[in-house]
T-cell receptor, first 118, second 111 residues
Framework: DTEVTQTPKHLVMGMTNKKSLKCEQH?????MYWYKQKAKKPPELMFV???????INESVPSRFSPECPNSSLLNLHLHALQPEDSALYLC?????????????????FGPGTRLTVL | GESVGLHLPTLSVQEGDNSIINCAYS??????FIWYKQESGKGPQFIID?????DKRQGQRVTVLLNKTVKHLSLQIAATQPGDSAVYFC??????????FGGGTRLMVKP
């Protein structure tokens, strides 16, 4: 299984709602990532988990809260979002965090969740 | 700041022709680059990568060229097919496997 799955595919929420995005992989990867992609723009890194621990937070507002319950699952909890948070949210995984010395690990991307905040 | 960028936002080619997508980078310390393809409604898909100790790498119908002197990267697609229509991103792999994506080029293949 070389697939990263994401649910839901589409999500519409109000600014007072609480929702969660889910990501799953069964490739035995130990690094997982959340990206945000606005229309006609490249993906921007939000969070990185390595061995279920948060490794990088790219100064993301606290209304986005990541969670890695186990090595196969990655969640993104959403609360009090703004309309400008509407975007495609992409999850990715890699075997582990690479380095120039050790190796570079290909990141496998899921199809994304299209989020609309009203 | 350092950035990875693309010259052309849209490239339109005839089916069967070769396509060349370009990317400029500014971080001279970059030593690993990746090309991703993103089709509508899908996540980015790895196409090919290259390390800075190489200047050319070939895959199936795709070739990546790296010119470190002018900090330029290109993706060549041979015999372009309708299924190649997508947005193509170059990405720079930083320390710790962090990706910085370029702006993207939309490839449109005319039948």
């Amino acid at each position: 299984d070389t697939e990263v799955t994401q649910t839901p595919k589409h999500l519409v929420m109000g600014m007072t709602n609480k929702k969660s995005l889910k990501c799953e992989q069964h490739m035995g990867h130990r690094a997982m990532y959340w990206y945000k992609q606005k229309a006609k723009k490249p993906p921007e890194l939000m969070f990185v988990y390595s061995y279920e621990k948060l490794s990088i937070n790219e100064s993301v507002p606290s209304r986005f809260s990541p969670e890695c319950p186990n090595s196969s699952l990655l969640n993104l909890h959403l609360h009090a979002l703004q309309p400008e948070d509407s975007a495609l949210y992409l999850c990715a995984s890699s075997q582990e965090l690479g380095s120039r010395i050790r190796s570079y690990n290909e990141q496998f991307f899921g199809p994304g969740t299209r989020l609309t905040v009203l | 700041g350092e950035s990875v960028g693309l010259h052309l936002p849209t490239l339109s080619v005839q089916e069967g022709d070769n396509s060349i997508i370009n990317c400029a980078y500014s971080n001279s310390a970059s030593d690993y680059f990746i090309w991703y393809k993103q089709e509508s409604g899908k996540g980015p898909q790895f196409i090919i990568d290259i390390r800075s100790n190489m200047d050319k790498r070939q895959g199936q119908r795709v070739t990546v060229l790296l010119n470190k002197t002018v900090k330029h990267l290109s993706l060549q697609i041979a015999a372009t097919q309708p299924g190649d229509s997508a947005v193509y991103f170059c990405a720079e792999n930083n320390a710790g496997n962090m990706l910085t994506f370029g702006g993207g080029t939309r490839l449109m293949v005319k039948p």
